[in-house]
């Protein structure tokens, strides 16, 4: 690589030396002067334009005689790279004076003929022969200076050659591994030069990855050598590998353009290979914003100055992170309540970038709605317009209400509370594969005290033919263990006897209710008895229909989630002073609940 940039820092030595021999050759010729010498020469790009480079030639001349030289003598050169004509000079007249002289040519070269020696170079195995013919004449006189040549030999395609492995990531995650890579020329024509890439790529993704093809972009600084579209493709199982071979074309005359940017940039060009998957749907091509391959080499040269050309792998660009489909927000809320079923309509927001990947991307949704580890409820949903920007994606799902009396029962079973989870999912189909998409889960807790009315300290008394019997002191209730058929509520009631003669509780009678849905109509006989003049505690279990909770279940939520609890107990007592039959408002209660169970408020 370091023996090319000095072709043409060497053509303009040359010509320097040429017009120098020429001007000595003369001056040998016609005086008996003393011979002038070379102080210094300079090179440099001059004008640069689309179609034209110019390379400025200086040379410092010293004549050590009295008299000058007239401008008599005529100099021409021609520089040639593979029998492709570069760039020609012609200075007539030439002549100096006394002491120190300046001799300034300038060589236009024509950019297109660069894209024809490119040709030459590429055929030939990166190998050119430079080529600097030279004439000095003057009246009477014609030298053909002997030729200079000097070979040259480059090897681009060199840098693209990697045996080790890098990765193609999406959201931070290995999805393909590319190794042994390399490239290699075809037959370069004056219309296109073709390189194959030849990769073998492995799949460290989860799902599998099938390509329709490849989009190729080679650019070099700025210019766009080649563009198209490859049906060559891949279909690999996950932890499989498979070879990848693409050949790309260049258009050969746009090397021209690109070499005029290159004398503009100081002689440095990023020439960068970036290729793309592509997908077929429904007949159409779109192409996926990962990069399959992406590499950048960096040319830097200085032609005029003979420090060498550098061609060095700065490796692939950091690929910009391919924005994904975000889930920003869900929200949930019931929708319609049959006596069987009940909806649990959610609503997602997804952010769905503006790239690409949007116009391939189908999502797969699915939920599934728990309470109390009781799958109550699920549903999915296949969304495949989404646009750039928020979009609002709408799941329902079917509740069935016999699940109820089950998740109720643990609900009772953990002091009344209820843990409320609701888990989407969603896999997104771009195409080429599938990525699962992260989304939270949303979770809740749903908390009750029904029996808050049934605990505490009491002062309720109990007649008997007009005369105080007992007297209620205290209540003490709380659930037993639940199951879907039954929930019971076991209560201990402190109570006094005020009679100097025993009293019976022979029967008690309790109605429970939710929201006019009856829950328990019972009675129980024989409960317990309190000496004279005594304290005692009187047990009774109140036996509640479970089942019934999927009734409640339905006017609990058309009511927005609000039930009346009313619970009605009636006491018959009996002792020697008579018998009584009474009902204690202490042992029930009338109240209120409310319940938030899909936390609509987002607590």
Avoid: C
């Avoid at 709408?394 to 089950?406: F, I, K, Q, R, S």
């Avoid at 109720?408 to 896999?427: C, D, F, I, M, Y």
């Amino acid at each position: 690589m370091g023996t090319r940039s000095g072709w043409l820092k060497l053509g303009g030595a040359v010509l320097g030396v040429v017009v120098l021999v020429a001007v000595v050759g003369v001056g040998v010729a016609v005086t008996t002067f003393e011979r002038p010498t070379v102080e210094g020469s300079e090179y440099a790009w001059g004008e640069v334009t689309d179609a034209t480079t110019e390379i400025d030639t200086t040379v410092v001349v010293n004549n050590p005689n009295p008299v000058g030289l007239p401008g008599i003598v005529d100099v021409s050169y021609t520089a040639t790279l593979n029998d492709v004509t570069l760039a020609t000079g012609q200075r007539s007249g030439v002549g100096f004076g006394t002491g120190t002289n300046t001799i300034d040519l300038t060589a236009e070269m024509r950019n297109e003929r660069i894209a024809a020696w490119w040709v030459s170079h590429v055929n030939g195995g990166e190998e050119s022969t430079l080529r600097i013919d030279a004439t000095v004449a003057a009246p009477g006189f014609s030298k053909q200076i002997p030729a200079k040549e000097e070979r040259i030999e480059t090897d681009i395609l060199g840098g693209f050659t990697q045996q080790g492995e890098r990765t193609v990531t999406v959201q931070n995650d290995t999805f393909l591994r590319v190794s042994d890579q390399s490239a290699a020329w075809g037959e370069a024509t004056a219309e296109r030069t073709p390189i194959t890439f030849a990769s073998t790529i492995e799949n460290a993704h989860d799902y599998p990855v099938t390509l329709d093809g490849v989009e190729y972009v080679v650019t070099m600084n700025g210019v766009e050598l080649g563009r198209d579209r490859k049906t060559t493709g891949v279909a690999i199982e996950p932890g499989q590998r498979d070879d990848l071979d693409v050949t790309v074309a260049l258009d050969t005359p746009k090397m021209a353009d690109w070499w005029a940017e290159h004398v503009r940039d100081d002689e440095t060009s990023d020439l960068t290979v970036a290729m793309y998957g592509i997908v077929e749907q429904n007949g159409e091509q779109k192409r996926i914003p990962i990069r399959l391959f992406d590499e950048t080499l960096r040319l830097e040269t200085d032609m005029l100055g003979g420090s060498g050309t550098n061609v060095t792998n700065v490796g692939s660009p950091r690929a910009p992170a391919v924005a994904w489909p975000e889930v920003t927000e869900t929200s949930r809320e019931w929708g319609t309540v049959t006596d069987a079923t009940t909806e649990i309509e959610s609503t997602s927001t997804i952010d769905a970038p503006d790239n690409d990947m949007t116009d391939v991307l189908t999502l797969a949704f699915s939920q599934e709605t728990t309470i109390n580890d009781v799958t109550v409820a699920s549903g999915s949903q296949r969304v495949s317009a989404l646009s750039a920007g928020a979009n609002q994606v709408e799941l329902t799902a079917e509740m069935d209400n016999g699940e109820v009396p089950t998740w109720w029962a643990r609900h009772l079973n953990r002091g009344e509370r209820s843990t409320v989870r609701t888990t989407p999912t969603a896999l997104a189909d771009v195409g080429f594969t599938k990525f699962d998409v992260t989304m939270n889960d949303r979770e809740s807790t749903v908390e009750t005290d029904l029996l808050a009315g049934m605990n505490g300290d009491r002062n309720e008394k109990v007649t008997i033919s007009g005369q105080d019997a007992l007297t209620v002191r205290s209540v003490q209730s709380e659930w037993g263990e639940a199951t879907a058929q039954t929930a019971p509520i076991d209560v201990e009631a402190t109570v006094e006897n005020d009679l100097p003669t025993r009293v019976e509780v022979s029967k008690v009678e309790y109605t429970v209710s939710l929201n006019d849905v009856v829950l328990a109509d019972k009675t129980t006989r024989n409960v317990d008895a309190i000496g004279a003049e005594s304290t005692g505690t009187v047990s009774l279990t109140m036996a509640l229909d479970n089942q019934q909770m999927d009734e409640w279940w339905v006017t609990h939520v058309r009511n927005d989630e609000q039930s009346s609890l009313d619970v009605s107990v009636v006491v018959t007592v009996d002792s020697r002073a008579g018998s009584a039959t009474q009902e204690l408002d202490s042992l029930g209660q009338s109240t209120t609940i409310e319940t938030d169970v899909l936390d609509s408020n987002g607590n």
